[in-house]
């Protein structure tokens, strides 16, 4: 059965108004959520058979960056890139039915500058040799700061997991998902963009300590600075229409995305890939990860 895939990114528009300032997104420790969230909504599959929907995030060159005068410029060469893996969405493999009639949200994925969580990319079931409820699954992928990322899509027609080595990907890039990786945020109008349009931001808007924040969130920007000390404080209250969310869900930044009408992506490809693999402990993501890497290629000149 031939099918014909497409995929349309999910609060486009607002992730256009991210791009036109230069998106950055917060890295911690403990891991932070993104904002805006990845999501995705697919069609064109075939109805009966399954498919494996994945993501990952790629350094889209050799360049270490910082924000000067206002705007992002190169300060040398890119840090060296800790070993990453793919997410699997954990509703995979589904048939195309299922993952046609939702919206595909990687929301779960968590940014971290931790270089002792050697496992990056991956679910907790995977850490544990043993799988923990959905709703607690940890996702983590290990990021330098002041370094520019590129999310990518991927979908795999197979019904097994233990299948992606010998399957062919189809990989769907949009630009305007691009971001700096940072420890506090440097450009205040990102902080503004996102404290207007995050739901968990509710708490920096209006008065009390939300107002508190804000103004340190402002400072912190303006100073420009690169160290966790000061990233921005988590907000403290919810908006009424996201009570049923948990106050863990809300610390981490983990929010509903916006749903204009999605437009094609701006890039697609298709990879075949045939390497061995043991999924389940995830010993070889990596290496399907870099033979990706390989057919995007990737910009190299990071002169000052």
Same mark, same amino acid.
């Not at 979908?155 to 949009?174: C, E, G, W």
């Not at 402990?281 to 890497?293: E, K, N, T």
């Given at each position: 059965? %031939?099918d014909?895939p497409?995929v349309t990114?999910?609060g486009k528009?607002?992730w256009e108004? =991210?791009?036109?300032?230069g998106?950055?997104?917060?890295?911690?420790?403990s891991?932070?959520?993104?904002?805006?969230a990845f999501?995705?909504?697919v069609s064109?599959l075939?109805?009966?058979s399954?498919y %494996?929907?994945?993501m990952?995030?790629?350094a889209?060159?050799?360049?270490?960056?910082k =924000?000067?005068?206002?705007?992002w410029? @190169?300060?040398?060469?890119?840090?060296?890139?800790?070993?990453?893996?793919?997410?699997?969405?954990?509703?995979?493999?589904?048939? $195309? *039915?299922?993952?046609?009639q939702?919206?595909?949200? =990687?929301?779960?994925?968590k940014l971290?500058n931790?270089i002792?969580d050697k496992? $990056?990319?991956?679910r907790?079931?995977?850490? +544990?040799? $043993?799988?923990?409820?959905?709703?607690q699954?940890? @996702?983590?992928?290990?990021?330098?700061?002041m370094?520019?990322?590129?999310?990518?899509f991927?979908l795999v027609?197979? +019904?097994? %997991?233990?299948?992606?080595?010998?399957s062919?990907?189809?990989?769907y890039? =949009?630009?305007?998902?691009?971001?700096?990786? @940072?420890?506090?945020y440097? +450009? *205040?109008k990102?902080?503004?963009l996102?404290?207007? +349009?995050n739901?968990?931001?509710?708490?920096?808007?209006?008065?009390?300590?939300?107002?508190r924040?804000?103004?340190?969130?402002m /400072?912190?920007?303006?100073?420009?600075?690169?160290?966790?000390?000061?990233?921005?404080? /988590?907000?403290?209250?919810?908006?009424a229409?996201?009570?049923? @969310?948990?106050?863990?869900?809300?610390?981490?930044l983990?929010?509903v995305?916006t749903?204009?009408?999605?437009?094609?992506?701006?890039?697609t490809?298709m990879t075949?890939?045939s390497?061995?693999?043991?999924?389940? %402990? $995830?010993?070889?993501?990596?290496?399907?990860?870099?033979?990706l890497?390989?057919d995007?290629g990737?910009?190299?000149?990071c002169?000052?």
């Amino acid at each position: 059965v %031939i099918d014909d895939p497409k995929v349309t990114l999910e609060g486009k528009d607002l992730w256009e108004k =991210f791009h036109k300032l230069g998106t950055e997104m917060v890295i911690t420790k403990s891991g932070r959520r993104m904002f805006p969230a990845f999501k995705v909504r697919v069609s064109g599959l075939d109805k009966k058979s399954k498919y %494996i929907l994945l993501m990952d995030i790629v350094a889209t060159d050799d360049c270490r960056y910082k =924000f000067h005068n206002s705007r992002w410029m @190169v300060a040398g060469k890119a840090d060296p890139e800790m070993p990453k893996r793919m997410y699997i969405h954990p509703d995979s493999p589904s048939t $195309g *039915e299922q993952w046609m009639q939702k919206v595909v949200s =990687f929301h779960k994925l968590k940014l971290t500058n931790n270089i002792s969580d050697k496992h $990056g990319f991956m679910r907790m079931c995977e850490r +544990n040799n $043993g799988c923990l409820p959905k709703e607690q699954e940890e @996702v983590l992928t290990i990021l330098n700061s002041m370094h520019k990322y590129q999310p990518r899509f991927h979908l795999v027609r197979a +019904n097994d %997991i233990l299948k992606l080595p010998y399957s062919t990907f189809r990989t769907y890039v =949009f630009k305007e998902t691009e971001f700096i990786a @940072v420890t506090a945020y440097q +450009n *205040e109008k990102i902080t503004q963009l996102k404290i207007d +349009n995050n739901p968990f931001a509710k708490g920096f808007r209006d008065t009390g300590a939300g107002k508190r924040e804000k103004k340190q969130a402002m /400072l912190a920007a303006r100073h420009g600075s690169d160290s966790d000390k000061i990233s921005h404080p /988590l907000p403290a209250r919810m908006s009424a229409d996201s009570s049923t @969310v948990s106050k863990t869900e809300e610390s981490e930044l983990d929010v509903v995305g916006t749903s204009e009408s999605p437009r094609p992506s701006l890039h697609t490809s298709m990879t075949p890939v045939s390497t061995s693999m043991n999924h389940s %402990i $995830g010993q070889d993501d990596d290496v399907i990860r870099r033979r990706l890497h390989d057919d995007s290629g990737s910009e190299s000149s990071c002169s000052e």
